[in-house]
């Protein structure tokens, strides 16, 4: 995930300088130059470019918007990472229809959800996860072989903790091989996933927390496609909605049961009924997403 957080000023050690009779006091010294405080485009703009590639080259497209956003980004910025109210007034924004529609289209992108769990130098920017299933750590990853799939190299480099944690556990193994031969020996047999969670219930935790961390993180390695920006908002915004719905053994045994279901309302009813805990959690989630996700998700 591109991440820019360039931060202003430096901090400048204290001297202090001791006295003694009959001693000089030392003489002044000149204060090094202090670096230029930081810009728009290196705390937040830079990374809105990136997140909202599409409306940046529609803006960069029209005279007037590329002008007013190259304007934008050399501004200095303010303490929440926006150009100062100052440097923005000066910068003449546009006067065609078209340019001033393709400023009003980056303008939303850079309010939106994606920039908030995107880029952590812009306005309102998601904190970095905690939970231990989606906190970010990497790994050694010397001692994996030189032809390992790039899913194990990305879970090494990116959910450290989880992964360890997954691999310290027989159990996380035993129900993860366990899935895998449901799937291919007998497909058909719906009870098949809840049935492996009754023979290794001490997996359940650790497995479910990296295969969620697997899919925050390692999407596209690990399952051939990028993450849904809904899934994404969904881990960012209600992480700890998110974790526990997901992460536990309890939403572990939920989601084993949705799979008997597949896609049966009814059948993912009683499931719900059956498993209280993780009901109340899973409802949590979607009361967050409703309100921190609508924008990516559609709610």
């Known amino acids: 995930m591109n991440q820019l957080a360039i931060h202003g000023a430096a901090a400048w050690g204290v001297l202090i300088f001791a ?15 202090r670096p230029p405080p930081a ?17 940046l080259a529609g803006c960069e497209a029209r005279e007037g918007c590329a002008r007013h956003w190259s304007c934008l980004l050399a501004c200095p910025a303010d303490e929440a990472g ?17 340019a001033l529609g393709a400023l009003a289209e980056l303008d939303a992108c850079r309010q939106g959800a994606q ?11 998601y904190p970095p996860p905690t939970s231990a299933c989606l906190h970010h750590s990497s790994c050694d990853a010397s001692g994996l072989a030189p032809d390992a799939e790039a899913c ?92 526990e719905a997901n992460c536990t053994a309890s939403g572990r045994r939920l989601q084993s049961c949705f799979v008997g279901c597949a896609g049966d309302l009814s059948c993912e009813g009683s499931c719900l ?20 996700c609508a924008e990516v998700c559609g709610a």
């Open 82 to 98: 926006e150009p100062t109210a100052a440097c923005a007034s000066a910068c003449s924004p546009p006067e065609a229809p078209a």
């Open 115 to 125: 920039v908030r769990f995107e880029c952590a130098g812009c306005p309102g920017a």
């Open 152 to 243: 194990a190299v990305c879970t090494a480099s990116s959910c450290c903790g989880a992964r360890d944690a997954f691999l310290d556990n027989p159990e996380a193994g035993a129900l993860r091989d366990c899935y895998v031969a449901c799937l291919d020996e007998t497909p058909e047999d719906a009870g098949c996933f809840s049935r492996c969670d009754d023979f290794h219930p001490n997996g359940l935790g650790d497995l479910a927390a990296l295969s969620q961390c697997s899919a925050v993180y390692c999407s596209e390695p690990c399952a051939g496609r990028a993450a849904e920006p809904c899934f994404t908002c969904s881990a960012r915004a209600c992480e700890v909605a998110f974790a």
């Open 19 to 33: 006295a003694a009779c009959a001693r000089p006091s030392a003489p002044e010294r000149d204060e090094p130059p």
């Open 39 to 55: 810009t728009f485009g290196e705390t937040c703009g830079g990374c809105v470019g990136t997140t909202c590639s599409t409306e």
């Open 273 to 292: 009924d059956q498993h209280p805990e993780a009901a109340t959690h899973l409802e949590s989630l979607s009361s967050c997403i409703t309100v921190e």
